[in-house]
């Protein structure tokens, strides 16, 4: 009984492994075909050719602004969420000296 429960946590435990390396999987937005940018979860195949279609026209993306101010429909949320999915920018996530969102809201004033 010891060793099929052994078994069964081993199968896990290597499953949860496999997992972790696929989401940690970065596919760089400058370098990637159609395919590697379907890959990235989020990225479907509209967005991946307004992607490619970018980046044929105006060459290749200097930073995380650029991807957004470039591509319809990749906003200061969505690329925050793809780049957490492994998207990167000229080998950056956002965190990683990409950008910042472009227009952050400053808090309101306490009355007082």
Do not use: Y
């Amino acid at each position: 009984m010891f060793k099929q429960l052994f078994k069964h946590l081993s199968i896990a435990l290597l499953a949860v492994i496999a997992g972790i390396g696929f989401a940690l999987a970065q596919v760089d937005v400058n370098k990637a075909d159609q395919a590697a940018l379907g890959s990235v979860k989020g990225i479907g195949p509209a967005m991946s050719g307004h992607i490619l279609e970018a980046r044929k026209k105006g060459g290749n993306f200097k930073d995380w602004n650029d991807l957004q101010e470039r591509v319809a429909g990749i906003g200061p949320k969505s690329a925050a969420r793809l780049s957490a999915a492994g998207l990167t920018v000229d080998g950056k996530n956002m965190a990683g000296g990409g950008a910042k969102p472009a227009a952050a809201k400053t808090p309101p004033k306490k009355a007082g």
